[in-house]
Each structure stands twice: as structure tokens, then as C-alpha cells.
């Protein structure tokens, strides 16, 4: 393509709200065959909401949620924000007339969830992987309220109160209403589509049948995202990675067209080529039937 078909091109795509980040990246995305879709934010709605609590100590759901809340407040994680929303109606509490216990020794452990003392207590809230790294045994009762969410495509959180089981909560973060209809075009494109993330395997295959993707990987840290790509980059495929999320960012570079959701991070927008500012799936589509054009054109 000539310079003034990539300025046509990049110029087009920014009337679009597909802000490309120069010749190179529209270049790359013409020979797109495999997308690397991040889930949580990108092909979910992104705003996780609590729709199911169960105990297992003799303890008032208030009483529960005050020390869920107290140890959540403090996280940026959106699903620690939909917990301390959720705490907020069912605790009642409120920063004036009821305010959360003290929570100390906040930690929020990357990619399994938050730990705090909160009145003497030791709380934990996260996966399964949380409470196992901290020698909790998960009881039959909890494993199966896991298993039900999973199954429903939630994710499922743990409580623990000083070392045992207190509760469970089920989350919930819906498939973009056109996600599954994106993934079939990417299909007749002849574009693989693959899911990373770092949500458990239930709720990760839950997610990606609703979305028609066949190939997930997930339980995935933020390297593990970008030598995915870099794998299906050495055996042949041009690979494009759609995320959100700071922990995308290192795939985002990896990939020969990372693409930013713009709803998302500032560090991933950072790392992307191209920026899909009105946060449409459809966007993924438009940018590289522009590219296709731009260089059919003239090749
Ligand atoms: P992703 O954003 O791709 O879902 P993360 O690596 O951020 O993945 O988190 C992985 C998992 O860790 C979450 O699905 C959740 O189970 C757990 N987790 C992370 N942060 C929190 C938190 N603040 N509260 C509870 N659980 C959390
Ligand atoms: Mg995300």
C-alpha cells in the first residue's frame, strides 16, 4: 500500500472510533488469522455483580458481609468492587451512621484474591487457589457451591474466617450480547479465535462455549497470556490480542496487532496498535476489513 492509502486507511478507521496507532499496525492487520481474546472486560461485560451467597458458619449474612466488605474495600479488582457494592446492601452500612470494621494487614494477593485482619480475625476472600496456598481445606458443601456457579458460568469466590470456610459467593460477569455473533464472522473470516484468562477453568469453559470458541486457556498469569501468543506466532499464525486489563498489556505487545478495548487500563491502551475507543467487539471486524482494503488496493 502506498503512504496515502495508509493515511486514507488510518484516517477512515479514526472516523470509526478505530484509532490506529500508525502503518505498521494496519499492515499487520491484514494478514490477522488468530485473535487472543483476554475474557473478563473484553468478551464480558466487564462489571461483575454478586448473585448468590451461602454460609456455613452461624453467622447473620450483615455480620458476614461487614468483614467481606471491610477486607474488599480496599481492592481495585472489579470483582472486589462488586463484593464491597453488594456488602453495601446487605450489611448496611454506610460511611456515616455504620461504618465497616477496621481492616489491617491488607494484602491483595495478583490473581487469587485479597487477605486482612479484620476485628482479630484472619480473613481471606479469592479462589481456590488462595485458600489452598494457605493450607484451608475446602469442605464438600463449598466445593460443589463452586462447581454449580462454574457451571452457570459464574465465578465463585471463597470466605475464609481465620482459617476455615465461612461462606461462598457466586459472580457474575455476562458474555457481551454480541460476542458469540463476532466470533462466528471471525469464523467465515477464516480468524481462529482463542480465549485466555486468569478466571478458573469452569467459569473460562462456561464463558467460551456461550461464546462458540473452541480453545481456552485459562488459570493464566500475565506471562502465561503472552507466550500463548508467542507459541501460535512460531507455529505460523498472525496473531492479533484483544484485552482490557493491565495484566494484558505483556500480550498486547507480544502480539503482531494488539488491540485495546477503550474502556480498559491506561496501560493497556498504552501497549496496544490499535484502540477500539467505542469498546465494540464489531470494532475488531471493521479494523481489519480496513486493513484488508488498504492493502488489496495496491497491494
Ligand atoms: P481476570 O481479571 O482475568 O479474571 P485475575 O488474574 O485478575 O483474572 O484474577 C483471577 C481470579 O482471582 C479471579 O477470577 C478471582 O477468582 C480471584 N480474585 C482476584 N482478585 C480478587 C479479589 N479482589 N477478590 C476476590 N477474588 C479475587
Ligand atoms: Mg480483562
Known sequence: ATPTAVMVGTGVGATQ????????????????NCIVFDKTGTLTVGKPVVVATKLFKNMSLQDFYQFVAAAEVNSEHPIGKAIVEHAKKTAEYNEQNHPLPEASHFVSVSGHGVRAIVKNKEIMVGNKKLMLDHNIGISVDAVEMLAEAENRAQTGILVSLDGE???????????KPDAKQII???????????MVTGDNWGTANSIARQAGIETVIAEAQPEAKAIKVKDLQSSGYTVAMVGDGINDSPALVAADVGMAIGAGTDIAIEAADIVLMKSNLEDIIIAIDLAKKTFSRIG
Do not use: Q, T
Request: aromatic letters at 0%; proline letters at 3%; zero cysteines.
Open 17 to 32: 472510533g478505530v484509532l490506529i496507532k500508525g502503518g505498521k499496525a494496519l499492515e499487520s492487520a491484514h494478514k490477522v
Open 165 to 175: 470456610i465461612a461462606g461462598v459467593l457466586a459472580v457474575s460477569d455476562p458474555l
Open 184 to 194: 462466528s464472522i471471525l469464523n467465515s473470516m477464516k480468524i481462529r479465535s482463542i
